[in-house]
């Protein structure tokens, strides 16, 4: 990757997109657009289309049909995998392309946009089409006189609501299981994350996706998100996003069909550090980059770091210093190492957070202000707040900013104490190097993923998934395709 190519792709205009159902681009039903803002510069990059619930309606419809056609629901799997690994190899030779317009989109620094987004979403579809031909059925241990089969069928139509932060990565986690099961799907990309999405159902038909199978509709939440929720269509439902809106889908499951409701809703996750770490000095280098890539705008991000009082004071100074220290800048610069908010709302809860918890008493060791501000970007300081208590809003509450909380513990049961002490279940992690302390704390932190001396970096393998108010259900790993499968019984009499 080189900077001449990122700026020749940065200054390529960016057509107005439309809606991408049953194979094809369309306009909304009412023409209606919305404006797409570069978190860059705040300025209009292009626009999108605003869809009417009639036009959610349509693609769901294109779906279902799609879905009983069976050219893609009935075709073989290992013919399902000859199209996925072509649409991974599509990918991944348009990422760079892809990534550049992501970043134009939503702000995420290039150096890490290119791995997390194009590359990353091509390893997963390239795992999930690789997958699927390995998947059997199951021959029941019944009496000699019955054969009892348990058959693993597509389910249907499948919605998919995405977040801004990662698009591509996250969209490809719930899309590929979905596709490689033979369901159809309908997505719904967040308004201020859409475009590279609907390049991906454009390569999804040169790949030799049928048309209908993969449908994309950009608008708002309130009136996409919500017909996608209510419709009678949509099978099953895989979000990614905020509580509040995940508990809306669950209403909307329960007004309509009773579809079935997936939902990885966020974190609040603890980074814990005791005083005998293998190496503290690594530790804070981490703990730096595993809240403030990417802005702090990351689902598992670090955001409470958790500290043995012994070492606390000197630790969080050496984390406030490396932060400090840390490159705000265009998202499109390979030297710059957090990029931009994604929009200015996003950028001004941020700032709320680090003013409530300095009116409570906690105590700012860096950053908390807007920077580069001339640009007309959306860019925060990294920041670093000692003294937050567990009743501070600051520690209980997701920023999903470059806003990390520093909480002092005094031994292993206070550690545990304070890590469960949110409503949120999604990630932690623990630096000791007592082999018994981390296995005791991987058992009693109530988390889906919990690092022992790393923070992030888990691949496909593993399931991502929430513990309480962080969701239901399983991203990656071969359990992801769980929720896209239904069982169905064969019970024979011979």
């Not at 194979?23 to 999108?48: E, K, N, Q």
């Not at 979403?121 to 019955?146: C, H, N």
């Not at 389910?155 to 995405?162: A, K, L, P, S, T």
């Not at 999405?197 to 048309?211: H, K, Q, T, Y």
Request: hydrophobic share 45%.
């Amino acid at each position: 990757m080189k900077q001449a190519d990122i700026d020749a792709r940065r200054a390529m205009p960016v057509p107005a997109a439309g809606l991408f159902i049953d194979g094809a681009g369309r306009a909304a039903a009412d023409g209606a657009t919305l404006d797409v803002l570069s978190p860059l510069d705040g300025s209009r990059l292009t626009t999108i289309a605003d869809a009417t619930a009639q036009d959610l309606d349509a693609a769901c419809r294109s779906a279902r049909s799609a879905f009983e056609r069976g050219d893609w629901s009935r075709r073989s799997p290992v013919e399902r995998k000859k199209v996925l690994l072509k649409l991974a190899d599509l990918i991944e030779a348009r990422a760079l392309d892809l990534a550049v317009l992501g970043v134009r989109d939503n702000g995420t620094e290039i150096s890490m946009a290119l791995k997390a987004e194009p590359l990353s979403a091509a390893a997963t579809f390239r795992y999930y089409g690789e997958l699927i031909d390995k998947v059997y059925g199951e021959i029941a241990p019944t009496d000699g006189s019955v054969l009892g089969l348990v058959h693993k069928q597509p389910i249907g139509v499948v919605g998919v609501i995405v977040p801004w932060n990662f698009p591509l990565m996250i969209g490809a986690w719930k899309i590929a299981p979905a596709l490689a099961a033979g369901n159809s799907v309908v997505l719904k990309p967040a308004e201020t994350a859409s475009l590279t999405l609907l390049r991906l159902a454009e390569l999804a038909i040169e790949a030799g996706v049928p048309p209908g199978v993969f449908n994309v509709v950009t608008g708002q939440g309130p009136v996409a998100g919500q017909a996608l929720g209510l419709s009678m269509e949509v099978d099953v439902l895989a979000f990614t996003g905020s509580g509040g809106v995940g508990r809306r889908l669950l209403d909307y499951a329960a007004r309509s069909n009773l579809k079935r409701v997936y939902l990885e809703l966020g974190g609040k996750s603890p980074n814990i550090v005791f005083a005998d770490a293998p190496d503290l000095a690594a530790a804070a280098r981490v703990a730096v980059y595993g809240i403030f890539r990417n802005s702090g705008q990351v689902c598992i991000a670090g955001s409470r770091l958790l500290v043995q009082a012994s070492v606390a004071d000197d630790f969080a100074a050496e984390v406030a210093r490396i932060a400090a220290a840390v490159r705000v800048g265009d998202p499109l610069d390979l030297s710059t190492e957090a990029g931009a908010m994604n929009s200015l709302p996003q950028l001004e809860r941020a700032q709320g957070f680090v003013a409530g918890a300095l009116d409570e008493g906690a105590r700012l060791l860096t950053g908390g202000a807007r920077t580069l501000e001339a640009t007309g970007g959306w860019y925060m300081q990294p920041t670093v707040i000692a003294d937050v208590t567990p009743t501070m809003d600051l520690f209980r509450n997701e920023v999903f900013g470059p806003v990390l909380a520093v909480t002092p513990f005094t031994d292993e049961t206070d550690a545990i104490r304070l890590a469960n002490g949110t409503d949120f279940g999604l990630a932690a992690a623990v630096w000791t190097s007592n082999l018994s302390r981390a296995h005791r704390m991987v058992r009693d932190i109530r988390a889906g993923v919990v690092h022992v001396n790393t923070y992030g970096g888990s691949d496909l393998t593993v399931p991502l998934g929430g513990h309480r108010q962080s969701g239901n259900g399983y991203d990656k790993s071969p359990h992801a395709l769980d929720k896209f499968l239904d069982l169905k019984t064969a019970w024979i009499q011979l």
